[in-house]
């Protein structure tokens, strides 16, 4: 995905990503990379949920459409 846009030395914004999702980066590309997280604070009259990567926090066939 990020192959062919970054040199060597490169300094980049991970946002959002694993804490230890950036050590891989570094050594495959030889960038340097700066991670951040992303907190929701909206403020919203409908349910938010946490998605970690992995798996979507919902049992199968709840949800008809992907936004």
Request: glycine share 8%.
């Amino acid at each position: 995905m990020v192959a062919g846009h970054l040199d060597r030395g490169d300094s980049i914004l991970d946002a959002d990503a694993a804490q230890d999702s950036r050590q891989p980066v570094r050594e495959m590309y030889g960038v340097d990379p700066t991670g951040v997280d992303i907190r929701d604070a909206r403020v919203s009259p409908i349910a938010f949920s946490n998605f970690d990567g992995t798996s979507i926090p919902f049992r199968t066939n709840r949800l008809t459409t992907l936004c």
